[in-house]
Each structure stands twice: as C-alpha cells, then as structure tokens.
C-alpha cells in the first residue's frame, strides 16, 4: 500500500495562507488519484479537492473555490493544496488519500494519511 504523510499545517490569522503538503512513499505515485479531506472537531469528514493521476483534472468542495489549489508534482511524489484567504470555518485537520480508479468526492480512498492541523484565529 501507498503511505501518504502531510504536512504544511499550522496557526494562521484569517485572511492568511498555508501551503499543505501530501508525500508519497512505497508505490508508484503517478497513477493514483490524490484528494484533500478535512474534519473539524465534532463533525463528519469532507470533500476539500482531488487531482487526477490520469489527466490531472481538478474538482473542488464549492466551499473552497477561488481559494484553494490543489497540485502534483509526480517527480517529487508530493500533491500540495495551496490555501488562501483562509477563514475560521477552514480549522480542521486535513488529510490526503489516494484512490486507484476514480478521483472527485465520491471515490473510494483506499489510503490515507496521518493529517496536519490547519487552525485560522478570527
């Protein structure tokens, strides 16, 4: 199995950015299709973005469009999620998995990694 580590987390005001990190290790990174996820305390986990292994393509929570960005960059085996204009309602810990077939919000992510708390002071 992949194991996927983030990082990049961190306190910031709000209006502040952060730039998250998602490293792979133990499989071919390339084909997998990569998503961010979150859940802040006392609530389900959510959809934040995904990029396709295949083509690259994007899909973002409406939550976050216009201010996230999610990336690859399969030499390094890392996916960023570039975060701007970040609000309270953004603190949660976020948490990268990878799927092999399908990418978007309603794919199966069969790996996952630790998290990194992401905290916006108001």
């Known amino acids: 199995q992949v194991q996927l580590v983030e990082s990049g987390g961190g306190l910031v005001q709000a209006g502040g950015s952060l730039r998250l990190s998602c490293a792979a290790s133990g499989r071919t990174f390339s084909t997998y299709n990569i998503a961010w996820f979150r859940q802040a305390p006392g609530k389900e986990r959510e959809f934040v973005a995904s990029?396709?292994?295949?083509?690259?393509?994007?899909y973002y929570a409406d939550s976050v469009k216009g201010r996230f960005t999610i990336s690859r960059d399969n030499a390094k085996n890392t996916v960023f999620l570039q975060m701007n204009s970040l609000k309270p309602e953004d603190t949660a810990v976020y948490y990268c998995?990878?799927?092999?077939?399908?990418?978007?919000?309603?794919?199966?992510?069969?790996?996952w990694g630790q998290g990194t708390q992401v905290t916006v002071s108001s």
């Open positions: 990029i396709s292994g295949g083509d690259g393509s994007t």
């Open positions: 998995g990878g799927s092999i077939f399908r990418s978007g919000p309603a794919a199966r992510y069969a790996y």
